[in-house]
């Protein structure tokens, strides 16, 4: 059985202030997604999916022949305004992506089996993926027709440069997935401690689970997203801001009962991009792995001499 992986890189960077999909990281100039696609071939997977605007494309595709060549098997999505259900269109004003749900639903043609869902610009460890491939083989051998979802601890996630959002997730005694708690502005003021949607002070400690948006899923979850994403634009068609986030989507699943999805711990710490100032963190988390000879010094050669 073929897993695929499917790389969210269709955002604006907003906070960041330029694109940092492709931002050179590593020592030969990888970008992360490269680590990415790196842990995930080791762990199994067999397919990378890239969603990127049209506009990006030949910048990925390049980026990709040079690092990887023939060696993996590199496909493109599209996430792009118009692509709706019948009846709706775009807002004249919007020029944002409509979300990470809607990006899901952009390979909706392209996978054909189990696959994982990920953001281009965060570093999981290779730990992530194996547990999500571990998660798929187990789960077809048993029959168990839930998702999954990788979950870190809160504190590995948080950046010294500024608030960040998280998704807090509240687990059952088997280890599904309850509901998600979205708790924005974290950070540690003495004692750590962010802001409810609804506005509201909320403590935390630390120890919680979060979701960094790394998802494991079968085709089902399309037919899922379909739907919600038509009853989302009746409420939101013409908000240019409003998101169709994949987290709150697969939290209404939860909730009705529709979807059951398992939580797989993970004590690694997470590393990504929010802030330009964080690429010097990314940068040095990077060359500690690579010294400790978790990675190769320069991917592209690994690929091009992979047998």
Same mark, same amino acid.
């Given at each position: 059985?073929?897993?695929?992986?499917?790389?969210?890189?269709?955002?604006?960077?907003?906070?960041?202030?330029?694109?940092?999909?492709?931002?050179?990281?590593?020592?030969?100039?990888?970008?992360?997604?490269?680590?990415?696609?790196?842990?995930?071939?080791?762990?199994?997977?067999?397919?990378?999916?890239?969603?990127?605007?049209?506009?990006?494309?030949?910048?990925?595709?390049?980026?990709?022949?040079?690092?990887?060549?023939?060696?993996?098997?590199?496909?493109?999505?599209?996430?792009?305004?118009?692509?709706?259900?019948?009846?709706?269109?775009?807002?004249?004003?919007?020029?944002?992506?409509?979300?990470?749900?809607?990006?899901?639903?952009?390979?909706?043609?392209?996978?054909?089996?189990?696959?994982?869902?990920?953001?281009?610009?965060?570093?999981?460890?290779?730990? +992530?993926?194996?547990? /999500?491939? #571990?998660?798929?083989?187990?789960? &077809? $051998?048993? @029959?168990?027709?839930?998702?999954?979802?990788?979950?870190?601890?809160?504190?590995?996630?948080?950046?010294?440069?500024?608030?960040?959002?998280?998704?807090?997730?509240?687990?059952?005694?088997?280890?599904?997935?309850?509901?998600?708690?979205?708790?924005?502005?974290?950070?540690?003021?003495?004692?750590?401690?962010?802001?409810?949607?609804?506005?509201?002070?909320?403590?935390?400690?630390?120890?919680?689970?979060?979701?960094?948006?790394?998802?494991?899923?079968?085709?089902?979850?399309?037919?899922?997203?379909?739907?919600?994403?038509?009853?989302?634009?009746?409420?939101?068609?013409?908000?240019?801001? +409003?998101?169709?986030? /994949?987290? #709150?989507?697969?939290?209404?699943? &939860? $909730?009705? @009962?529709?979807?059951?999805?398992?939580?797989?711990?993970?004590?690694?710490?997470?590393?990504?991009?929010?802030?330009?100032?964080?690429?010097?963190?990314?940068?040095?988390?990077?060359?500690?792995?690579?010294?400790?000879?978790?990675?190769?010094?320069?991917?592209?050669?690994?690929?091009?001499?992979?047998?």
């Amino acid at each position: 059985m073929g897993f695929s992986l499917v790389i969210l890189a269709a955002g604006l960077s907003t906070r960041y202030g330029r694109p940092k999909q492709l931002e050179p990281v590593g020592p030969s100039g990888e970008a992360l997604l490269d680590y990415t696609i790196y842990d995930a071939r080791l762990a199994g997977f067999s397919k990378i999916i890239l969603v990127v605007r049209p506009e990006q494309e030949g910048a990925f595709r390049d980026h990709a022949h040079r690092v990887f060549g023939d060696r993996v098997k590199v496909a493109f999505a599209h996430q792009e305004l118009w692509d709706l259900p019948a009846g709706f269109a775009p807002p004249t004003a919007r020029h944002k992506p409509w979300g990470t749900g809607h990006a899901v639903l952009a390979v909706r043609k392209l996978v054909d089996g189990p696959f994982a869902i990920c953001n281009a610009d965060d570093f999981y460890g290779a730990s +992530a993926y194996s547990a /999500l491939t #571990d998660f798929f083989r187990n789960a &077809v $051998s048993s @029959g168990d027709p839930s998702f999954a979802m990788v979950g870190f601890t809160l504190r590995n996630t948080l950046s010294s440069l500024g608030g960040v959002s998280r998704g807090i997730c509240r687990c059952d005694n088997d280890g599904f997935l309850q509901r998600i708690v979205e708790v924005r502005e974290i950070h540690e003021n003495s004692g750590l401690s962010g802001v409810s949607l609804s506005g509201d002070p909320y403590v935390l400690t630390g120890d919680e689970l979060t979701s960094m948006n790394l998802w494991g899923f079968r085709r089902r979850v399309f037919a899922r997203l379909d739907r919600q994403f038509e009853l989302f634009l009746n409420l939101y068609e013409t908000d240019p801001e +409003a998101e169709f986030l /994949l987290s #709150d989507a697969i939290g209404e699943q &939860v $909730s009705r @009962g529709e979807s059951r999805v398992r939580v797989l711990p993970r004590r690694d710490p997470w590393i990504g991009m929010t802030f330009e100032g964080d690429r010097e963190r990314v940068e040095s988390h990077i060359r500690l792995l690579v010294a400790e000879g978790r990675y190769p010094v320069d991917l592209a050669d690994w690929f091009r001499n992979e047998r």
